[in-house]
């Protein structure tokens, strides 16, 4: 596709659950992003992947996330156990380089709703 | 501490009027400022990108201008129109962040009929 996409759009899921999000981003962007949005907040930065590297993991909010990007390509995010809190909308960007000098490419995001 | 506080947070305006969002910062050292766009339900995109020594790029109706002497930076839209009804999001750099880029919480416009 020409864009960044992500998977599932949406996901309601249990307390204590594990869940799975997926992110393609734009084919040849070496840069992967994720990002959390709360209901009248800011992006929060979560992790970012040079290749499939994750140089800075201090973004993840606690043990329970992690993330991982195989063949410099497909990013998944996993949420383990999870909270109330956990509810957001979950975003990925793309970027040819490092978001400080090129331009980041947002997907549509994936909606996690805790129950 | 590095932050993006935006001003107002909504607005609502008469579909043909002109209107101005705001942006102060914090972050140190700066690298660059955007303004994204974000449609209910979707990603943000991108509107402008301004390094420090540019003070001023318009993108159609949309027109940014940023003071980094004073850390602030301004989206003007003119002539709005009703799919300009979106959050507009200021985002910083911090020069040599790798990437950590640091997002106000938005403006909500809302362009009435």
């Known amino acids: 596709g020409a864009g960044v996409s992500q998977s599932p759009s949406n996901k309601v899921t249990e307390k204590g659950k594990d869940v799975e999000l997926r992110c393609d981003p734009i084919?040849?962007?070496?840069?992967l992003y994720w990002y959390r949005q709360s209901l009248g907040q800011g992006l929060e930065f979560l992790i970012y992947?040079?290749?499939?590297?994750?140089?800075?993991k201090s973004g993840l909010p606690s043990d329970r996330f992690s993330a991982e990007r195989t063949g410099g390509s497909v990013s998944t995010l996993t949420i383990q156990r999870t909270q109330q809190e956990d509810s957001a909308v979950y975003l990925c960007?793309?970027?040819?380089?490092?978001?400080?000098?090129?331009?980041?490419?947002f997907g549509p995001g994936t909606r996690l709703t805790v129950t | 501490k590095n932050q993006v506080e935006q001003s107002p947070q909504s607005l609502i305006i008469l579909e043909g009027k002109n209107c101005t969002l705001q942006c102060n910062y914090t972050v140190s050292p700066f690298s660059n400022l955007r303004w994204y766009k974000q449609d209910t339900g979707r990603g943000p995109v991108s509107l402008t990108i301004m390094t420090f020594s540019e003070n001023t790029k318009s993108n159609g109706r949309y027109t940014a201008t940023l003071d980094a002497d004073t850390k602030q930076s301004s989206l003007h839209i003119t002539a709005s129109q009703l799919s300009d009804s979106a959050s507009y999001i200021c985002v910083v750099s911090e020069r040599g962040s790798q990437g950590n880029l640091i997002f106000g919480k938005g403006t909500k416009l809302s362009v009435k009929p």
């Open positions: 084919s040849g962007h070496t840069a």
């Open positions: 960007a793309s970027s040819l380089g490092l978001a400080e000098y090129y331009e980041q490419y």
């Open positions: 992947f040079q290749g499939n590297s994750a140089p800075d």
